[in-house]
């Protein structure tokens, strides 16, 4: 399925974060060994543009480098096999080529790049709801899956696109 760009998903802005404002209290107020006078204290010094905005930040895109002509390999692997819908991109971006895809509210921005070279350690982190599902989607379409255990509370994997760019997928334990 094709979106058009023009069509974002509705976004609840009466959400506002959890975390209290950053402390008022001053690096004066700490005690000489560096730390606050009361343990559960914040550890943020104030800082005045904290508040300007209290609209948490939401992540719109994340955008990854793939080769000239490979839209079609794009639009295999995280079409078909991802999921993702693919978005109609703006007539003013069209003529550099790529593709950009949804899946709930994030998007992903493939652009053409020449001489790519696949980012090894830079990479999005895509938290889902069900790990196995995609891994088992993924392992069918004859993609290598690495398991991780290093991140205390999740659960995840890394694969490579098509274009070896790294994609990280985590769950919730």
């Keep these: 399925m094709t979106i058009s760009h ?7 802005h009466s959400v506002r974060s959890s975390n209290p404002p950053a402390s008022s209290q001053s690096a004066d107020a700490l005690r000489a060994d560096g730390g606050y006078p009361d343990a559960g204290a914040a550890r943020t010094v104030h800082n005045e543009s904290a508040t ?10 994340v955008q990854l480098a793939i080769p000239p002509g490979s839209e079609d390999r794009a639009r295999a692997f995280y ?6 819908e693919e978005l109609v991109k703006p ?3 069209v003529e550099r080529g790529g593709a950009w895809f949804r899946y709930g509210a ?7 790049e ?12 895509i938290l889902i709801g069900d790990l196995d599902e995609l891994e088992a989607r993924l392992r069918a379409a004859g993609y290598e899956v690495e398991t991780d255990y290093f991140l205390a509370g999740y659960r ?15 769950a919730v334990l």
């Excluded at 300007?52 to 895109?61: A, T, V």
């Excluded at 995840?156 to 985590?170: K, S, T």
Aim: glycine share 8%.
């Design 6 to 12: 023009h069509d974002p998903p509705k976004l609840d």
């Design 52 to 61: 300007l905005d209290p609209m948490p930040w939401l992540l719109h895109h």
């Design 79 to 84: 079409g078909s096999v991802l999921g993702c």
């Design 91 to 93: 007539a003013t971006l």
């Design 106 to 112: 994030v998007e992903l921005h493939l652009a053409v």
């Design 114 to 125: 020449e001489g790519h070279r696949p980012s090894r350690q830079a990479h999005p982190g």
């Design 156 to 170: 995840r994997f890394y694969v490579d696109d098509p274009f070896g760019n790294r994609l990280e997928f985590l």
